[in-house]
């Protein structure tokens, strides 16, 4: 499944939502982040820029890994999802089934002749894999190894919470976002605004996105974190 298509004279980003639902995620943490994604999926469908060209979709990992929403914009989006938590924590798998989308979701853009922007995965979890990694760090290496401009050919961006395995993730992605607060609706806020203003910048181009002040994030991010 390929999911939904709309505004196709346009260039499109690609956003993948990719969630820990570990038995650690319990409670309030998995609370915020349906309220976060619920949050994040209305608002961008209030946004008449990026409403038909940000492409959402969401997947979540425990013990097995499941999609939960194909790829498709806003506008399309039905049923808000409701996410539970329990189990392991299989990050490598995640991230390969994540990674497998996003190239599919490029090779669509491509056949229909569509302009699209560096695709985001954008990783929320709190704990440290319970399978191997190293898979999934491989194949992101080989597809950013491929970009002729730096910025690489996938962005990987993980939101930590409390429990994290930072230094994991830090191997994987030079943006590692530490979320301090409860209130997960505020970085998932940013990333919306993030996508919204890259959708209408050219493609090509190295927008400036919000601040991160007031979100929750600590960060070192690098200068070329973009």
């Known amino acids: 499944m390929l999911g939904e298509l709309r505004a196709e004279t346009k260039p499109h980003a690609t956003c993948l939502i990719l969630v820990d639902t570990s038995g650690s995620m319990a409670g309030e943490k998995i609370d915020s982040v349906n309220r976060g994604i619920r949050t994040f999926l209305e608002q961008l469908n209030n946004d008449e820029r990026s409403r038909d060209t940000v492409d959402v979709a969401i997947v979540k990992f425990d013990s097995t890994v499941s999609v939960v929403q194909e790829f498709m914009p806003a506008s399309a989006v039905k049923e808000l999802p409701s996410l539970s938590s329990g189990g392991a924590t299989a990050m490598g798998q995640g991230l390969e089934k994540a990674i497998d989308m996003v190239l599919e979701r490029k090779n669509l853009y491509n056949s229909q002749g569509i302009e699209s922007y560096i695709p985001w995965i954008v990783m929320f979890t709190d704990g440290e894999p319970t399978d191997d990694i190293l898979r999934a760090k491989q194949r992101l290496d080989a597809e950013n190894a491929k970009s002729s401009s730096g910025r690489g050919r996938i962005q990987l961006w993980a939101l930590a919470?409390?429990?994290?395995?930072?230094?994991?993730?830090?191997?994987?992605?030079?943006?590692?976002?530490?979320?301090?607060?409860?209130?997960?609706?505020?970085?998932?806020?940013?990333?919306?605004?993030?996508?919204?203003?890259?959708?209408?910048?050219?493609?090509?181009?190295?927008p400036d996105l919000p601040s991160l002040e007031g979100t929750g994030a600590q960060t070192n991010l690098p200068s070329d974190w973009m």
Do not use: M
């Open 161 to 206: 919470v409390e429990g994290a395995d930072y230094d994991t993730l830090k191997s994987l992605t030079k943006r590692v976002l530490y979320v301090t607060e409860n209130d997960y609706t505020k970085i998932f806020d940013w990333t919306r605004k993030s996508l919204a203003i890259i959708s209408v910048s050219r493609v090509g181009e190295v």
